[in-house]
């Protein structure tokens, strides 16, 4: 007699799921399609091994996730790495599934993951447990055939990959958009969105609170689409996320504050009115708000006008201000992509650049920093 069994498909999608989003209900259902998956376990870490912040509740961060995949066949949400508590090592779960399910297991990861894959613990347990399936980022260019050689040189074993592409979204994006009141639409699912407002869920986020107060939900939307732009390349950049927020949370808080009104704020004659709420913000930032970081400081002041010799947070805050997902303008789908793709100075001066033609082009007044700046990165 000979044994026709089939070997059970078994993959896992682990992640913070702090809030699960749209993007991962849609990964899930196309790898149960693409690795024609008998069970998809979908698999919230404890706290994860690449990030030092402690995620939300975990039976909050449980019961979105219940609620996100109710509808869809095949996934199971498995708390194995929340009851294990501690830092959640893939290695370990990915051992304990292979010996408790007799199947073949594969371990779902994003292609821009999949560069730090050898820094993970243990990596060639992970390999001969599981293998990894993996999925592209819309805006993030991996180099297969370099990491497929790479893996070959080092594990002996590659991986798969997966047609499937995820679009931009995020849970930090649901996060701030949580904290400043703004509408989730289409960001999770309708029931998520319910459970987030129902339990007061991320309401706590930098600065949130002050803009809140002082910009109107147009201007609070494309403040949240600035932060989330920046941090996008924050890491790469050597810059630490929380100064990242903060410059940009505060970029145009002053935007719609009289600056005749407010004390102590004098301005020369030459700065141009679009410039104002920039060089506002980044006084009332220090006078009120008590930020005595310089850095994060220039970053709000110069950041519509530019100037030279700027820092890297300050070109950030620049570049994030003018390609943000919300900008609408003749060009910025250009200066978006050289953002997503290219060497960063390379798209800051695209920017800076744009910025000056534009204003030549429009016959508006150039103010003498923009100029200096661009002659000075020309
Ligand atoms: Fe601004
Ligand atoms: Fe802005």
């Not at 494309?222 to 996320?241: D, S």
């Not at 220039?298 to 820092?311: F, L, W």
Request: glycine share 4%; hydrophobic share 40%; proline share 3%.
């Amino acid at each position: 007699m000979c044994d026709n069994k089939v070997m059970k498909r078994i993959a896992i999608l682990g992640g913070t799921f702090s809030p699960v989003h749209i993007e991962h209900v849609l990964l899930a259902k196309s790898a149960i399609k693409e690795l024609a998956l008998d069970k998809l376990i979908v698999m919230p870490t404890f706290i994860s091994p690449h990030k030092s912040e402690v995620p939300l509740c975990s039976s909050h961060r449980l019961n979105m996730l219940k609620l996100a995949f109710k509808d869809v066949e095949k996934v199971e949400v498995s708390d194995f790495e929340i009851e294990k508590q501690g830092k959640s090592y893939t290695y370990q779960t990915v051992e304990h599934f292979k010996s408790s399910e007799d199947a073949e297991l594969f371990f779902i990861v994003g292609g821009d993951m999949l560069t730090d894959f050898p820094t993970w613990r243990y990596p060639e347990r992970i390999l001969s447990a599981c293998t990894l399936a993996v999925f592209d980022r819309e805006g993030f260019y991996t180099d297969y055939d370099g990491l497929t050689k790479y893996f070959m040189d080092t594990f002996g074993k590659t991986f798969i990959k997966l047609n499937h592409v995820g679009r931009d979204a995020s849970s930090t994006k649901i996060r701030i958009y949580s904290a400043l009141s703004l509408p989730l639409d289409n960001l999770t699912t309708k029931e998520v969105e319910e459970y987030i407002i129902k339990n007061r869920l991320y309401q706590d986020f930098e600065f949130a609170d002050i803009v809140k107060k002082t910009l109107p939900e147009k201007r609070l939307i494309h403040t949240a689409n600035v932060v989330i732009c920046a941090l996008k390349r924050a890491k790469e950049l050597g810059l630490e996320n929380k100064k990242v927020i903060t410059a940009t949370m505060l970029h145009d808080f002053a935007k719609y504050i009289d600056y005749k009104t407010v004390e102590g704020f004098t301005v020369s004659e030459d700065v141009p009115e679009p410039v104002i709420h920039a060089f506002l913000g980044a006084y009332l930032a220090e006078k009120h708000l008590k930020i005595t970081d310089r850095e994060v400081l220039d970053a709000i002041k110069y950041h519509t006008s530019g100037r030279p010799n700027m820092t890297t947070l300050e070109k950030l805050v620049f570049v994030a201000d003018m390609v943000e997902d919300g900008r609408t303008y003749d060009g910025v789908e250009e200066l978006r992509k050289s953002y997503n793709e290219d060497d960063f100075e390379r798209c800051f001066f695209k920017c800076l650049e744009e910025e000056t033609v534009h204003l030549i082009n429009k016959k508006q007044k150039i103010y003498h920093l923009t100029l200096e700046a661009y002659n000075y990165y020309k």
